[in-house]
């Protein structure tokens, strides 16, 4: 029974009470919190960037350079309106941004397999998720780059528009607009592949 007890007291692993305490602890220079931060992060950032730039390669690249600007940078972070998790995408955000200017890549390299045994469902089941899966993100990438990356942090990372804003560089007004303007797009692409 203690040992419940115990567990319930302790915050969630993502709460943002144990967040703040481990960004401090992370400041003062402790090793295991700022691993705590990086396991806690690395799967939505690798997500985010794996979507922004479109192969495994290169998310890879930019995911292992967010953490390193966030071992740089932490101990001039300073808790604003926005949380912690909003600072770090901001970081993969800007790396994604300086990786396309340098690149200049007009077409995304093939995806890299996946290694066997990471298989979870049937061929078929694959074959039809990927076929709805493939002509919504043919949809997207129709839309501009900023309605991509809003839609994506907004409906695939569940960011609020604040920090959808602080992310991107840009007002609340801007990221509701640039919601709205991706949204009624898709529903016209939509409606004429329905025709």
């Known amino acids: 029974m203690a040992e419940k007890t115990t567990a319930a007291a302790r915050p969630a692993r993502d709460s943002p009470d144990h967040v703040r305490t481990l960004v401090a602890r992370a400041q003062e220079g402790d090793r295991d919190a700022l691993e705590e931060l990086y396991l806690l ?15 495994r390669h290169d998310a890879e690249d930019l995911t292992t350079q967010t953490f390193l600007k ?16 909003a600072w770090l995408f901001r970081i993969a955000h800007n ?30 089941e694959q074959a039809m998720h990927s076929i709805g899966r ?9 839309l501009s780059a900023e309605q991509q990356q809003v839609l994506t942090l907004k409906f695939v990372f569940n960011f609020p528009n604040a920090e959808v804003a602080t992310i991107l560089g840009k007002t609340e007004g801007a990221i509701k607009s640039l919601q709205h303007r991706a949204l009624v797009s898709l529903q016209k692409q939509l409606a004429r592949a329905a025709d």
């Open 41 to 55: 992060h690395f799967d939505r950032i690798y997500s985010y960037l794996h979507m922004s730039v479109g192969n």
């Open 134 to 142: 493939q002509s919504m993100l043919e949809l997207i990438e129709k």
């Open 95 to 124: 790396l994604a941004m300086d990786h396309f200017r340098a690149t200049r890549r007009t077409q995304p390299e093939e995806e890299v397999p996946e290694p066997p045994g990471s298989e979870e469902a049937s061929a078929e």
């Open 70 to 85: 966030m071992l740089e940078a932490i101990g001039r972070f300073r808790w604003r309106s926005a949380p912690f998790s």
